[in-house]
């Protein structure tokens, strides 16, 4: 019963035609694709290996900055490229962890700009860096892989809700809040620099520091991000303007004690919140809570 109903949500996931689903769809296309090329290349002796060389020379982005010159679409092509299976399985599945609860708290539209401009940023550090540091002077290295885009969406989510604790798998009782497993997974990143794949990991950490910096600086109102959820229903847009309204007609100043002691009281609340959502879903909570979450500011 439980494998059926796994295989019904991923069903209607596919099915949905969302940008999460949409993006997870296409890196396993591109995936099967190239495994279908090396099968036909290897039949028809085309030559083992000539098409992922070539494949890799125009879609993967390399340490180069010509190259990057000639072929700049390779800043976002490099993201549906994978070495293998594995390198494959782990990026979709952090990506559907993190991009579903990024489409929920920050909107679908917010969730594809983060993860795209991470994977690009994070896809510029690498060459930045790659040719900056004298311990890569004489190497030349391509990069491959979504992981700086979902590390970018996922460190996202940890800014805009930190507290948030996630179960560990398969440690059903285990549960960590979303900060510290993303620093987690930054610090990894930085401390496997010299082990191997130098590369990737810096173009992680670009990807982490873009998802942080935009929604921190949307929090501190530096750039408009996080203003507005537009797919937001509308049925909240009264409650919360007659909210405003009453909220500036009884507006008097307060004194730094009780404004620590409200701002104390929001946070137990928001926490009570995003526990019940961990258990019961988004969807339990009511039209009062709702609006709450939505007009809080961390």
């Known amino acids: 019963m439980q494998q059926q109903n796994i295989g019904n949500q991923l069903r209607e996931f596919f099915l ?8 997870i769809a296409a890196n396993i296309i591109i995936w099967l694709f190239t495994l279908l090329f090396g099968v036909v290349e290897y039949l028809f002796c085309l030559g083992n290996g000539t098409a992922s060389t070539v494949w890799m020379e125009w879609f993967a982005l390399s340490s180069e900055p010509m190259a990057l010159l000639f072929r700049p679409w390779t800043l976002v092509t490099y993201m ?3 070495a293998n299976l594995w390198h494959l399985v782990w990026n979709m599945v952090m990506l559907y962890f993190a ?3 990024c489409c929920r708290y920050l909107s679908i539209r917010k969730f594809g700009w983060i993860y795209f401009l991470s994977g690009i940023v994070g896809g510029l550090l690498y060459v930045l860096l790659f040719n900056f540091f004298p311990v890569f002077r004489f190497s030349t290295s391509t990069l491959v892989g979504a992981s700086a885009g979902v590390l970018g969406v ?3 989510v940890a800014a ?3 507290n ?3 179960g560990i798998w398969p440690f059903k009782t285990l549960r960590v809040k979303m900060i510290y497993l993303a ?3 930054v610090l990894m990143d930085l401390l496997s620099i010299p082990a191997s794949n130098a590369g990737g990991h810096i173009a992680h950490l670009g990807g982490a520091l873009f998802g942080f910096l935009y929604v921190w600086c949307g929090k501190k109102g530096t750039f408009d991000f996080l203003r507005q959820r537009p797919d937001r229903p509308k049925k909240n847009l009264r409650f919360t303007r007659e909210s405003k309204k009453k909220a500036s007609q009884h507006q008097r100043p307060v004194s730094d004690e009780e404004y620590n002691k409200r701002r104390h009281d929001d946070q137990k609340r ?3 919140i995003l526990d019940k959502i961990s258990r019961s879903g988004y969807e339990s909570l009511s039209k009062e809570e709702k609006a709450f979450l939505f007009n809080y500011k961390a």
Not at 16 to 23: D, E, G, P, T, Y
């Open 270 to 272: 928001v926490d009570a």
């Open 154 to 156: 996922f460190m996202a």
């Open 164 to 166: 948030q604790e996630v």
């Open 80 to 82: 549906f490229l994978h």
């Open 16 to 23: 949905s035609k969302s940008m999460l689903s949409s993006i």
């Open 99 to 101: 991009g579903t609860m």
């Open 183 to 185: 620093l987690f997974f």
């Open 160 to 162: 805009y809700m930190p």
